[in-house]
């Protein structure tokens, strides 16, 4: 009885430990938390390899980890419907913060603006263990606002 006591006690002892380094950098999951609203600090202008615009708004913004790195997911919001091609453009690392443009391609013809969910769009990227060193925020960015998330 105090083989299984001790085997019990040693197990719990174990996973209570697990819990306790989930802010440190070597704990995957504690890489990047909630994202929140920030500045705008690129312009919407393009670039002639890629003409498309930014989104209008950044609604959200998670980083999950996964084996080989953290996948970035962000959901934005269109002015109207029928926006499409949808991707997250890797801009160059600065001061450790990694800033992606969210650009979408308008509709061809005017389309109607009808209800929030309805208009928004979801996309996604991936980042490696090797492009995350030494990368503590990423950015993502729209037109009107941008989210970010802190390691």
Same mark, same amino acid.
Request: hydrophobic residues 40%; proline residues 7%; glycine residues 8%.
């Given at each position: 009885?105090?083989?299984?006591?001790?085997?019990?006690?040693?197990?719990?002892?174990?996973?209570?430990?697990?819990?306790?380094?989930?802010?440190?950098?070597?704990?995957?999951?504690?890489?990047?938390?909630?994202?929140?609203?920030?500045?705008?600090?690129?312009?919407?202008?393009?670039?002639?390899?890629?003409?498309?615009?930014? !989104?209008?708004? *950044?609604?959200?913004?998670? $980083?999950?980890?996964?084996?080989?790195?953290? &996948?970035?997911? +962000? @959901?934005? #919001?269109?002015?109207?419907?029928?926006?499409?091609?949808?991707?997250?453009?890797?801009?160059?690392?600065?001061?450790?913060?990694?800033?992606?443009?969210?650009?979408? !391609?308008?509709? *061809?013809?005017?389309?109607? $603006?009808?209800?929030?969910?309805?208009?928004? &769009?979801?996309? +996604? @990227?991936? #980042?490696?263990?090797?492009?995350?060193?030494?990368?503590?925020?990423?950015?993502?960015?729209?037109?009107?606002?941008?989210?970010?998330?802190?390691?």
């Amino acid at each position: 009885m105090t083989k299984r006591m001790l085997a019990t006690l040693s197990v719990l002892l174990v996973l209570a430990a697990c819990g306790s380094g989930q802010r440190t950098w070597y704990n995957p999951f504690g890489w990047f938390g909630g994202s929140q609203e920030t500045e705008s600090l690129v312009q919407d202008v393009g670039t002639p390899q890629d003409p498309r615009p930014l !989104v209008d708004q *950044v609604l959200s913004l998670s $980083v999950e980890p996964f084996d080989g790195g953290a &996948i970035i997911q +962000a @959901t934005g #919001l269109p002015q109207t419907q029928g926006f499409w091609a949808a991707e997250l453009i890797a801009e160059p690392v600065v001061d450790g913060r990694a800033s992606f443009r969210f650009v979408v !391609v308008p509709p *061809v013809e005017p389309m109607r $603006v009808s209800t929030q969910p309805s208009r928004e &769009i979801t996309v +996604a @990227t991936t #980042l490696t263990n090797r492009d995350l060193e030494g990368i503590s925020e990423i950015i993502v960015t729209g037109a009107r606002n941008a989210r970010s998330s802190r390691r």
